[in-house]
């Protein structure tokens, strides 16, 4: 089973950027949606989701103008990324990047083949 690999977490004070790295290796999810999670505590929760393509992404409402998450889909990988600015402490987390092939994608359901994920930690 193919798993993501996520990298460019870290520790930031709140007001700085960070951006964090997903990819795939081969062509297995150039036609899936690809999203963000991250997992504060107990429960993971829903940051942004894009389609195959790159053409429609989705945002929770919590980092909605803050976030950017976006796609490319190589011969030889798929790299998705998320472009996190002016961070919170509330975005403290460890954040994990899945892949959906579900028809609701763009409400954050189907996902899996989650990766190991990457501690992003602002402090206030």
């Known amino acids: 089973q193919v798993q993501l690999v996520e990298s460019g977490g870290g520790l930031v004070q709140a007001g700085e950027s960070l951006r964090l790295s997903c990819t795939a290796p081969g062509r297995t999810f150039n036609t899936y949606a690809m999203g963000w999670f991250r997992q504060p505590a107990q429960d993971r929760e829903f940051v942004a989701v894009i389609n195959w393509s790159g053409t429609s992404t989705h945002y929770a409402d919590s980092v909605k103008g803050r976030f950017t998450i976006s796609r490319n889909n190589a011969d030889n990988a798929v790299t998705v990324e998320l472009q996190m600015n002016s961070l919170k402490p509330e975005d403290t987390a460890v954040y994990y990047c899945?892949?959906?092939?579900?028809?609701?994608?763009?409400?954050?359901?189907?996902?899996?083949?989650w990766g190991q994920g990457t501690q992003v930690t602002v402090s206030s």
């Open positions: 899945g892949a959906s092939s579900d028809d609701n994608w763009y409400y954050g359901r189907g996902f899996g083949s």
